[in-house]
């Protein structure tokens, strides 16, 4: 097969700021052309003894003892409210790594003006600038703070090294490198000018108001794809991060400064969420909700926009991304070495909290036997603690929260006559939030715990009879109302062309021989339809241009001299 590869590809900026050059009469903007290359970032091994290694102990050292304080930063004006809040270690929740403070009403209220007043002036700001702006703050994470947003991401969010180094790293610098790329192939449009008469063309302006980005914990990279993809494209943004993620989301806040985001383009809101909800709807200046998080939360804004429909400006753009019930479906002639590693990675990495994760798999009885095995086996060489070990391969749950929501899933497991716990199932939160990766084997394939988002270390399997197989692939789109990754497992093509068809609804990521996590930006744009999301595909080439306004300008160089038309004149 021929791969692509976009390792060598460059790209050209373009600048549209200067206005007046005749063009046939015209006065559309020139352009200017800078040339860099690009390219994913590369992902870094640790492996003992590295350079990358060294530096990250040291990172993990120096952090481990502070407690960083962290301020509202409005108009860039630093501000502590009278609430005080405290971002722990998941795995070990005595310990804090950063003291932070939440924005009241009136101080969103703030925000939203600081953000308004900036959002035009940020907007004159060409794009040659912005883009120069953006991939020095690339450089800044690829480099001088690499190793202090992985740290951070470890220490607060309980991810391993490589989890950290995938993430709030590699994917982080792309997201920013990568929007750009998309970007400047957008701007090579140029609308049909038919003749020398007119010339027609096309600008992408900022959305008139502000946008509201509202970000997760479990990816340090989306909160800063979520905040500063709508900022390159000229618009002013209330930045309100997981109170989970506070720490290395403020890490990406401080670069960006750094790197020459002006003061007010970005505002940095930790909030209690309804607050934040029900102000930011409240004001006629909305232009753009970017989430990631839970439906229910999605959905409350989406009424509250709703519901407040009549008193805004412009209609708000919803771009939400809300998780998923992810599948692999093995065929009796998948490799079962495959789906056994591969579903080990997918549903206990992160303990399971990727939108992405496998959480379901359904299983041929003829290969069950084997698998089972396998999987049993693997799990029991897994290590849980804390991510500074770097001999772990899984830390802590996020929060007290989660650990209760996910282990009342084990404990249904426990109680119910059709699901039997075949690995793991334990769990303790005296120190850490720590569950054990935890395999449930079910008769019922429609059982909550085949159904329902869990969002922790739990895989439910369901064995098949292989005579069954179409009723079962029936099963895939029916049972849950998710449709995010999937992924199926076979040797037989004529059956894996037939899934591929069959499947076509049931996930916006779709792999084959491959496990059901581990999108890479500008390779496999993520997003799910359905309850999953907008399907907005962050990391492909239209998700930039869905935070732009774009205006049509048609130039005419000939005056018009009558009214009416050849025809009339008969």
Same mark, same amino acid.
Request: hydrophobic residues 35%.
């Given at each position: ?13 373009v ?24 390219e ?5 091994s ?6 990358e ?31 005080v ?27 939203i ?24 703050a690339?450089?800044?994470?690829s ?5 202090q ?23 982080l ?16 449009y ?40 709508p900022?390159?494209m ?14 290395? =989301? ?5 670069? /960006?400064?750094?790197?020459? #985001? @002006? +003061?007010?383009?970005?505002n940095?809101?930790? &909030? ?12 006629p ?5 970017n989430?990631?998080g ?56 992160? =303990? ?5 994760? /496998?959480?379901?798999?359904? #299983? @041929? +009885? ?6 089972? &095995?396998?999987?049993?086996?693997t ?36 109680k ?97 021989n ?57």
């Amino acid at each position: 097969m021929k791969m692509l590869s976009l390792c060598r590809q460059s790209f050209v900026v373009v600048n549209a700021q200067k206005i007046g050059t005749k063009c046939f009469g015209t006065i559309v903007p020139t352009t200017k052309v800078k040339e860099f290359p690009l390219e994913n970032e590369p992902i870094l091994s640790y492996k003992k003894g590295s350079k990358e290694r060294a530096e990250l102990e040291k990172a993990l050292d120096k952090m481990t003892c502070e407690c960083e304080e962290i301020p509202l930063v409005i108009g860039g004006k630093e501000i502590k409210s009278n609430v005080v809040k405290y971002q722990v270690m998941p795995h070990n929740h005595q310990h804090a790594v950063a003291k932070y403070y939440y924005a009241t009403p009136d101080l969103i209220q703030k925000a939203i003006d600081a953000s308004v007043k900036m959002q035009r002036e940020w907007e004159k700001v060409p794009f040659e600038k912005r883009f120069e702006i953006w991939l020095k703050a690339a450089d800044l994470m690829s480099t001088k703070y690499r190793q202090q947003l992985n740290a951070a991401t470890m220490l607060g969010q309980s991810k391993t090294a490589i989890q950290a180094e995938i993430d709030s790293a590699a994917e982080l610098i792309d997201f920013f490198k990568i929007n750009g790329y998309f970007l400047k192939e957008a701007l090579k449009y140029k609308p049909i000018s038919p003749n020398k008469e007119t010339l027609n063309s096309m600008r992408y302006r900022g959305m008139d108001g502000f946008v509201a980005a509202v970000s997760p914990f479990n990816f340090t990279a989306i909160g800063g794809n979520l905040s500063y993809t709508p900022a390159l494209m000229g618009n002013s943004v209330l930045w309100k991060p997981s109170d989970t993620a506070v720490l290395s =989301n403020w890490w990406i806040y401080k670069i /960006c400064r750094e790197a020459g #985001v @002006p +003061e007010g383009v970005v505002n940095f809101v930790p &909030a209690h969420g309804p607050d934040f909800g029900d102000t930011i709807t409240a004001s006629p200046y909305l232009s753009g909700i970017n989430f990631t998080g839970s439906v229910a939360t999605f959905n409350r804004l989406w009424s509250q926009v709703g519901k407040n429909i009549n008193k805004y400006k412009n209609y708000p753009k919803m771009i939400g991304e809300c998780g998923g019930k992810n599948f692999h479906f093995v065929h009796p002639s998948a490799d079962p070495n495959s789906v056994v590693m591969g579903t080990i990675r997918s549903s206990f990495e992160f =303990n399971g909290q990727k939108c992405s994760a /496998c959480s379901r798999m359904y #299983v @041929p +009885e003829s290969l069950w036997s084997e698998i089972k &095995a396998g999987l049993l086996c693997t799990r029991d060489k897994l290590k849980m603690g804390d991510p500074r070990d770097f001999s772990m391969f899984l830390g802590a749950v996020i929060d007290a929260t989660a650990f209760k929501r996910i282990t009342g899933y084990i404990e249904h497991a426990k109680k119910s006559p059709d699901l039997e716990i075949i690995g793991g199932g334990g769990y303790d939160d005296s120190c850490g939030y720590f569950i054990e990766p935890t395999i449930v084997q079910t008769k019922n394939p429609k059982d909550k715990i085949m159904t329902e988002e869990i969002f922790g270390p739990v895989l439910t399997i369901y064995v098949y009879k292989d005579s069954q197989l179409d009723e079962t692939m029936k099963l895939v789109e029916s049972s849950t109302p998710y449709a995010l990754t999937g992924a199926i497992f076979s040797q037989d093509e004529k059956w894996a062309i037939r899934a591929l068809e069959e499947f076509r609804y049931t996930s916006g990521n779709f792999y084959i021989n491959d496990k059901s996590t581990g999108s890479v930006v500008g390779q496999q744009p993520f997003g799910g339809s359905r309850m999953s999301g907008t399907n907005d595909k962050a990391g492909g080439p239209h998700y930039a241009l869905r935070w732009a306004s774009p205006q049509s300008i048609k130039e005419t160089f000939v005056p018009l001299k009558e009214y009416d038309y050849d025809y009339m004149r008969s």
